[in-house]
């Protein structure tokens, strides 16, 4: 997981992207500063803060990575795994697709909308995505 995230980071600053958060367990950045613990906290409030910085700077298109573990629960739900999750509570403690396609859909001034998936069960993903075309960047 960690290896992906450094050579998509390293791959799209090199080609001039600059607003680029990256939340990864135990690692520091170029600079040798601590990188952000991927929690669900953290996760949850970086998407929101990197969903409306796109909105209101009027991005032409944003692009979520996400590289670790799934979950789908007895109702075929997709879940992305925080560190701190709780096996017995995963609805709770961890990052529903559902919840990150419903605020991709709200992000209406951004017109190419990415959402990657490198888990187990991401493919649990693409009718939800497909259905809503919020990952189409409708």
Do not use: W
């Not at 298109?61 to 996400?66: A, D, H, Q, S």
């Not at 560190?83 to 605020?103: C, F």
């Amino acid at each position: 997981c960690h290896n992906d995230v450094r050579r998509l980071s390293k791959t799209l600053s090199e080609r001039g992207y600059d607003d680029i958060v990256v939340l990864m367990d135990g690692d520091k950045d170029e600079r040798g500063k601590e990188r952000v613990r991927p929690t669900l906290g953290a996760m949850s409030q970086e998407v929101r803060r990197a969903l409306e910085r796109a909105e209101s700077q009027k991005y032409r298109r944003i692009l979520f990575y996400y590289s670790g573990h799934g979950h789908r629960d007895d109702e075929k739900r997709l879940y992305l795994l925080p560190p701190d999750y709780d096996p017995k509570n995963i609805a709770r403690t961890a990052l529903s697709l559902q919840e990150l396609l419903t605020l991709f859909q709200a992000t209406k001034n951004v017109p190419i909308r990415m959402l990657v998936l490198d888990c187990c069960h991401a493919g649990a993903g693409r009718s939800a995505s497909a259905s809503s075309g919020s990952a189409r960047g409708r």
